[in-house]
């Protein structure tokens, strides 16, 4: 098929995907992969495309991805595909240091791209539920967010800090069109940003960032703060508390220790736990807090 053809076909199938009813962040992933393989490949011949994916150095869960994606285009274009099962590895999710993920943030000028990684960071929510975030969903009396689930997830109500909630206000009110950038501009955004910073700061780790990093960042500090698998589940939006338990088994060495720190104010206070800080005990006429390394 013609290279022109075969751009219109691919396009063509993506539109049929569209009116199925398919997620509006599934279809740029299945665009992106078919017009992949239609450089390397014959997207009319189901055993070239098999040949080409069974020889790729990448995961066995990208694999996955990859015939999942074309078994869609053979299915609509009624080409006999039998989709090839690849035997996917557990392996456990990178989880930055707090300095690290703060490196991230404090670096991040551009305002959409700066609110939308600290909501995030602080929600644990995924990159497609900020970048649909309504006016509506926020309440700023109450200091909280409303999130629309994705993926099958739950509905959730989630903290925000004073200062994210004066980043969601400015954006709100200087870009109402669109007042959070979607997901493909934050990911492009985050690898310009963590390729500069690995070069400034010698280290390689922050390459590892991605977006749904935050999330795995997030849900670890909830568990090592609270213990709670019941209700670290509940703030991810988890139907099943399997994937919830993935977090348990990235504690290290270091969650037994902490940072103390002392409040003599109520002021000093909301600023201990707006930082994460764990309220401990009184001791002559202040307030003990902590939080883990």
Request: aromatic content about 8%; proline content about 5%.
């Given at each position: 098929?013609?290279?022109?053809h ?14 199925e ?56 274009r ?71 689930p ?26 109402p ?31 590892q ?85």
């Amino acid at each position: 098929m013609p290279r022109t053809h075969l751009q219109s076909d691919i396009a063509l199938h993506l539109l049929e995907l569209q009116k199925e009813g398919y997620r509006p962040l599934t279809i740029p992933s299945h665009s992106s992969i078919l017009r992949y393989l239609a450089k390397h490949c014959n997207l009319q011949d189901p055993e070239s495309v098999k040949l080409y994916v069974s020889q790729k150095s990448v995961t066995s869960s990208r694999k996955n991805r990859i015939v999942h994606a074309y078994a869609k285009y053979a299915e609509s274009r009624r080409l006999p595909f039998s989709k090839p099962i690849y035997q996917i590895e557990e392996t456990l999710p990178f989880v930055p240091q707090e300095h690290e993920v703060n490196c991230i943030l404090e670096n991040t000028k551009n305002l959409r791209h700066a609110t939308t990684l600290r909501l995030l960071y602080e929600t644990g929510c995924r990159v497609g539920e900020a970048s649909r975030l309504r006016f509506k969903d926020l309440d700023f009396e109450k200091r909280t967010v409303r999130v629309v689930p994705e993926k099958g997830s739950r509905a959730r109500e989630l903290r925000l800090s004073e200062r994210l909630c004066a980043m969601l206000r400015e954006c709100f009110t200087r870009y109402p069109n669109e007042p959070l950038p979607p997901p493909q501009a934050c990911r492009k955004h985050l690898e310009r940003l963590r390729l500069r910073l690995a070069n400034t700061t010698c280290n390689p780790r922050l390459l590892q960032v991605h977006l749904h990093t935050f999330r795995h960042y997030r849900a670890t500090t909830w568990y090592h703060a609270k213990k709670d698998l019941l209700w670290v589940q509940s703030q991810l939006g988890h139907r099943s508390i399997v994937n919830t338990t993935r977090y348990t088994r990235l504690l290290n060495a270091e969650t037994d220790q902490f940072i103390c720190k002392v409040a003599g104010s109520l002021e000093q206070a909301s600023r201990l736990i707006e930082a994460g800080f764990d309220y401990v005990t009184d001791l002559d006429g202040t307030k003990l807090f902590r939080k883990r390394k």
